[in-house]
């Protein structure tokens, strides 16, 4: 979506919220949805969005925070910070195996060699795929992220199914993302927390030796970063 119409769409939102929120409860009748109490709204924001949107008000109403400044955040997220953040960090990893010991070491102080900064203070740590080892990450409680290196997480991220499979069944999971993990391979979950993120270092494709670094970036997807696809010579379709 254009930043300019998000932007009308998200202030807009928050001038409506109340006069929404209010309605639905003054209107309520018992033993009917929310959606059928408002009858103007076709779609009625989840109770969680509801609950954002009111503390933004709330913050911005007293002065606390700066609503162009809560827009260019949100803008960074959107349209600014992605996957190809995390690809730089993986591409560089692959050819310089300096780089490499020290984001596996302390990945959080190596990305910011490239320019990516922690913006909440969590840790963010490397978890390096080989012949032998296949790491995934998952947050099992809600849907922490490695945000700054890889944008916005993809709904199957955060989708119940995938949050409790992907612990119980990795290797099955895996499978339907189009990953047969051999049985002489160990696979391993990281559960992602509010205080540590994941990403993995997936393995450099076969036949990549001669590209550049811009050109292994490139092949890099957001999927292989966690753990569910590996990187071939190809980049592949990323899942939404
Ligand atoms: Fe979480």
Avoid at 38 to 59: G, H, W
Wanted: hydrophobic share 40%; with cysteine; aromatic share 6%.
């Amino acid at each position: 979506m254009p930043k300019s119409q998000d932007s009308v769409g998200r202030r807009g939102f928050l001038r409506t919220t109340a006069t929404g929120a209010a309605g639905i409860v003054a209107g309520g009748t018992p033993g009917l949805g929310p959606t059928r109490l408002v009858p103007d709204q076709s779609a009625v924001p989840s109770d969680l969005t509801l609950r954002v949107k009111a503390l933004e008000s709330l913050l911005v109403d007293k002065g606390l925070v700066d609503p162009a400044a809560l827009d260019r955040i949100v803008d960074a997220f959107e349209t600014k910070i992605g996957p190809r953040n995390g690809a730089r960090v993986v591409a560089r990893a692959w050819i310089d195996p300096a780089y490499k010991k020290r984001l596996l070491a302390d990945a959080a102080t190596a990305m910011e060699e490239l320019g990516f900064h922690r913006h909440q203070g969590e840790d963010i740590v490397a978890l390096e795929n080989t012949a032998k080892v296949h790491n995934m990450v998952v947050c099992t409680l809600c849907s922490c992220y490695p945000w700054p290196l890889l944008g916005l997480p993809p709904v199957w991220y955060k989708s119940a199914p995938y949050r409790s499979r992907a612990v119980i069944d990795p290797r099955g999971v895996l499978k339907e993302f189009g990953l047969d993990i051999g049985t002489d391979v160990a696979v391993r979950v990281w559960d992602s927390t509010s205080e540590v993120r994941y990403i993995v270092l997936p393995e450099r494709p076969a036949g990549s030796e001669g590209l550049s670094e811009d050109a292994l970036a490139a092949l890099v997807t957001r999927d292989a970063m966690l753990g569910t696809a590996r990187v071939t010579l190809t980049a592949t379709e990323v899942r939404g």
